[in-house]
């Protein structure tokens, strides 16, 4: 049976309170690369991960990016797209126009639409990210789109047919098409590489479906409530070494913790 890890990037691998990945969750993974095929899950780009060298703590089998948008190979060769309908991108931008906000518009590169406001800052030093360059007209496909308002802001005003809005752990709100989440493009790269089962490492609202459809979750210690009512295993904090924890204390991992105890003693 071939099983695939699929990890969040914010809040399970990335600590955003210390903007760095624990040293213990790298070392965890190399322990689990050789037992798993271990994948990305992420609403982040590949173009970010790269900026934040994701792509090189560790050679991954597979990156589910722009929260199930964009898949992409352990070569970084493109698998699989869903771009955003042009007309919903169009009525987007228009109604961020009329109330004078800012949209960024992943196309999978990130550019910034209208001029920054608070909300947005707020943000971006959340995940220790630059505002990205501002565009005029745009006429590349857009695969997500990031809104951005208080904690606990419903975006009403982009309420519509054809999206999904996914509030995250900070001041922003996610837009993908509808019912294409994490979930499924995890589903769909699942197919590719033949694999049966998958456990989900999450902690987001964004990470909800991903977490529902995966034979076994774990969620980090601080998560969002939601998150934690779909876990299997609920362990630390990601700053608290999450990774390791639940690599070291949950049950699915008792087998592999034995090989690896057998191993270590022959050396």
């Known amino acids: 049976m071939k099983q695939i890890l699929f990890f969040d990037v914010d809040g399970t691998l990335f600590d955003n309170k210390h903007h760095k990945v624990p040293q213990s969750a790298i070392d965890t993974l190399q322990i689990l690369g050789r037992h798993y095929l271990l994948g990305i899950a992420t609403g982040r780009s590949l173009h970010t991960l790269f900026e934040f060298k994701i792509t090189e703590m560790y050679p991954w089998d597979v990156y589910v990016c722009n929260n199930g948008q964009l898949a992409y190979d352990a070569n970084h060769k493109e698998i699989y797209r869903n771009p955003l309908k042009p007309e919903i991108v169009d009525n987007f931008l228009s109604i961020a126009k009329q109330r004078k906000e800012p949209l960024l518009l992943g196309t999978p590169y990130w550019y ?59 001041t922003y709100c996610d837009v993908i098409a509808k019912g294409s989440g994490k979930e499924v493009g995890i589903a769909k790269v699942m197919n590719i590489l033949h694999a049966d089962t998958y456990v989900a490492f999450g902690d987001s609202d964004n990470d909800l479906g991903m977490l529902k459809n995966a034979d076994y979750a774990i969620v980090l210690g601080q998560g969002s409530e939601s998150a934690k009512q779909l876990a299997d295993y609920i362990t630390k904090p990601v700053d608290e070494d999450g990774i390791a924890y639940a690599y070291a204390h949950c049950e699915i991992f008792d087998t592999i913790r034995r090989l690896e105890q057998k191993e270590n003693n022959k050396e």
């Not at 909300?119 to 695969?143: C, K, M, S, T, W």
């Open 112 to 170: 910034q639409f209208q001029e920054v406001n608070d909300y947005q800052r707020e943000a971006h030093d959340y995940f220790n990210l630059p505002i990205p360059q501002a565009i005029g007209d745009i006429h590349q496909d857009v695969f997500m789109i990031c809104l951005y308002g208080p904690k606990g802001f419903n975006y009403e005003a982009y309420q519509m047919e054809g999206v999904d809005l996914l509030p995250g752990q900070s």
